[in-house]
């Protein structure tokens, strides 16, 4: 089974921190992703990456960035939290265009 | 502009009783569709994929159907079980990205006993 980890479960931080959220995927997939959900709206694209240290920009990406040194692992980094960044994080893998595989979501609350 | 509507947006049924899900697209140009189950406080996991040709497919209790010419898909559960309380999210696939997937809101199902 394709087993994709997320750091925390649950965290809190306080406004202006800097938060780094872990994604890690088994399964030597090229394609990780990062989503973040909220209340009534759909899963919104922050970024993706479709190779080690490839990145691109997603439909929200303002406030985050990416880092993806190796292949398994994904990061997403809020460089200086904010309390409108209290949502929800997936992370997601998907070998080439094939079925996308979550991770069990992170949920931030920044204070 | 792609855009998925969901609906009901929520719905309460009663354990062993049959319901359907309603999902409305726009994406273009359009390649698949899939219907994700999401437990609160979990990912979404994938239930069904249909590409363009495909009308009917089914997964146990869930059978999903799509219509590609007027942009319609459904879920149908068949008798409900507690555990199938959830958000059900129809994800058409843009096929003019090359990693586009489009979200719906959801619909959060809550069976009762």
């Known amino acids: 089974d394709v087993k994709v980890t997320q750091s925390s479960r649950y965290l809190v931080k306080r406004t202006g921190e800097k938060v780094f959220l872990e994604c890690v995927q088994d399964?030597?997939?090229?394609?990780m992703f990062w989503y973040r959900q909220d209340p009534g709206l759909g899963l919104r694209l922050i970024y993706f990456s479709y190779d080690v240290k490839m990145k691109e920009k997603g439909d929200i990406p303002e406030g985050y960035s990416v880092s993806r040194e190796k292949k398994e692992r994904f990061s997403l980094i809020l460089e200086s939290a904010s309390t409108n960044q209290t949502s929800m994080y997936l992370c997601a893998s998907r070998p080439g265009r094939e079925t996308q595989y979550f991770g069990p979501g992170t949920r931030l609350l920044v204070l | 502009k792609n855009q998925v509507e969901q609906s009901p947006q929520s719905l309460i049924i009663l354990e062993g009783k049959n319901c359907t899900l309603q999902c409305n697209y726009t994406v273009s140009p359009f390649s698949n569709l899939r219907w994700y189950k999401q437990d609160t406080g979990r990912g979404p996991v994938s239930l069904t994929i249909m590409t363009f040709s495909e009308n009917t497919k089914s997964n146990g209790r869930y059978t999903a159907t799509l219509d590609a010419d007027t942009k319609q898909s459904s879920l149908h559960i068949t008798a409900s079980q507690l555990s199938d309380s959830a958000s059900y999210i129809c994800v058409p696939f843009f096929s003019g990205g090359y990693n586009k997937l489009i979200f719906g809101a959801g619909t959060r199902l809550a069976v009762h006993p």
């Open positions: 399964m030597d997939h090229e394609n």
